[in-house]
């Protein structure tokens, strides 16, 4: 594919509950495959997919959250997190299990106003 | 104007499938062409041409089919998130195909603009 | 920018994030979002804050199916399914808070 363009998953929704942010990660996998430019960002709820420590077993589902760690083998590395949403669920920087971005919410604006695509899920 | 659709909710649960029809409609009408509708995540439930809706209610499946007929809509149903819920080519309704995400991603690049109706 | 809403501001934060994030621009409020633009609802006061910062388009029939389109809060501006493609058109990008 030619055409290059900047495509952001937006991810509000916390994993386990609904099927949405790992159906989400798998779209980002793909779209980096097609060499696009994709940044990932995380607000309200979905910042509990980066949480660390995640076990699934009990709920016999797969743990998928090892796979925001691999993005960066696919060349995703643009991970954004909100810090309102963060804070409002008493969560660090150092919760999460994976390197990011912390942005204020104007920061966040500003990042989307430079997007071709925004999707979610 | 070059339009993709993205639908994330299967029909009569969510009015997500209602609402990209009728956006795809509108547009179809102010001479735009909508010329691919992505079904993802339960939105792949859009395409089996097992629902049997009441005969008093609208058939979301037929509706999709005969947009496709009458626009050259192109109808594409995720293929991983269709196995996952027993979506496959025998129950697929006219009009439908399944395909690879990466016809979502070509959606994102070759539309003018992309628009997802979802929860 | 054309921000589109689907869910009840007192059921879900997206429309109050979406407030506080975005820079500025269109919102269209769909399916549940329109109870937002409704007068006397706990976050109509949130939303008429914002209206100097965006401009709030409310999906008519969606308003109507839902028995309210008589309490369309001062400020907002109905749009049906056209005006609704019209928005998309005029915006370069169009995200779907979901």
């Given at each position: 594919?030619?055409d290059?363009?900047?495509?952001?998953?937006?991810?509000?929704?916390?994993?386990?509950?609904?099927?949405?942010?790992?159906?989400?990660?798998?779209?980002?996998?793909?779209?980096?495959?097609?060499?696009?430019?994709?940044?990932?960002?995380f607000?309200?709820?979905?910042?509990?997919?980066?949480?660390?420590?995640?076990?699934?077993?009990?709920?016999?589902?797969?743990?998928?959250?090892?796979?925001?760690?691999?993005?960066?083998?696919?060349?995703?590395?643009?991970?954004?997190?909100d810090?309102?949403?963060?804070?409002?669920?008493?969560?660090?920087?150092?919760?999460?299990?994976?390197?990011?971005?912390?942005?204020?919410?104007?920061?966040?604006g500003?990042?989307?106003?430079?997007?071709?695509?925004?999707?979610?899920? | 104007?070059?339009?993709?659709?993205?639908?994330?909710?299967?029909?009569?649960q969510?009015?997500?499938?209602?609402?990209?029809?009728?956006?795809?409609?509108?547009?179809?009408e102010?001479?735009?062409e909508?010329?691919?509708?992505?079904?993802?995540h339960?939105?792949?439930?859009?395409?089996?041409?097992?629902?049997?809706?009441?005969?008093?209610?609208?058939?979301?499946?037929?509706?999709?089919?005969?947009l496709?007929e009458?626009?050259?809509?192109?109808?594409?149903?995720?293929?991983?998130?269709?196995?996952?819920?027993?979506?496959?080519?025998?129950?697929?309704?006219?009009?439908?195909?399944?395909?690879?995400?990466?016809?979502?991603?070509?959606?994102?690049?070759?539309?003018?603009?992309?628009?997802?109706?979802?929860? | 920018?054309?921000?589109?809403?689907?869910?009840?501001?007192?059921?879900?934060?997206?429309?109050?994030?979406?407030?506080?994030?975005?820079?500025g621009?269109?919102?269209?409020?769909?399916?549940?979002?329109?109870?937002?633009?409704?007068?006397?609802?706990?976050?109509?006061?949130?939303?008429?804050?914002?209206?100097?910062?965006?401009?709030?388009?409310?999906?008519?029939?969606?308003?109507?199916?839902?028995?309210?389109?008589?309490?369309?809060?001062?400020?907002?501006?109905?749009?049906?399914?056209?005006?609704?493609?019209?928005?998309?058109?005029?915006?370069?990008?169009?995200?779907?808070?979901?």
């Amino acid at each position: 594919m030619s055409d290059v363009k900047k495509f952001m998953f937006v991810n509000r929704k916390a994993p386990y509950g609904t099927i949405y942010a790992l159906e989400s990660l798998e779209v980002v996998l793909i779209t980096a495959a097609f060499d696009q430019d994709v940044s990932l960002m995380f607000t309200d709820d979905g910042v509990y997919q980066l949480k660390k420590g995640q076990q699934t077993k009990g709920i016999e589902t797969k743990n998928f959250s090892p796979t925001y760690r691999a993005l960066e083998g696919y060349d995703v590395e643009k991970l954004y997190v909100d810090q309102e949403s963060l804070q409002e669920r008493g969560l660090t920087e150092d919760d999460l299990l994976v390197d990011v971005t912390v942005l204020s919410r104007a920061e966040v604006g500003a990042l989307m106003d430079e997007q071709d695509v925004i999707l979610s899920f | 104007m070059k339009l993709g659709i993205v639908v994330n909710e299967g029909p009569y649960q969510h009015q997500a499938s209602d609402s990209a029809y009728l956006f795809a409609k509108a547009a179809i009408e102010a001479g735009h062409e909508v010329w691919r509708v992505f079904f993802y995540h339960d939105g792949v439930n859009n395409a089996s041409k097992l629902t049997e809706p009441p005969q008093d209610d609208r058939n979301i499946v037929n509706r999709w089919s005969k947009l496709a007929e009458e626009h050259k809509v192109d109808l594409v149903v995720c293929v991983a998130a269709a196995l996952r819920r027993g979506i496959r080519e025998e129950n697929l309704a006219t009009g439908f195909r399944i395909s690879g995400l990466g016809q979502l991603v070509e959606a994102g690049t070759k539309s003018d603009r992309l628009v997802t109706f979802g929860d | 920018m054309l921000h589109i809403i689907n869910r009840s501001p007192l059921s879900d934060r997206a429309l109050e994030n979406c407030l506080n994030t975005a820079s500025g621009g269109d919102i269209l409020l769909i399916e549940d979002a329109v109870y937002a633009a409704t007068a006397g609802n706990a976050f109509e006061a949130k939303l008429r804050a914002a209206m100097g910062k965006f401009k709030i388009n409310v999906l008519r029939p969606d308003l109507e199916a839902r028995g309210l389109a008589d309490r369309l809060v001062e400020g907002a501006a109905f749009v049906d399914y056209a005006g609704f493609v019209e928005l998309v058109v005029a915006n370069k990008t169009c995200q779907s808070w979901l």
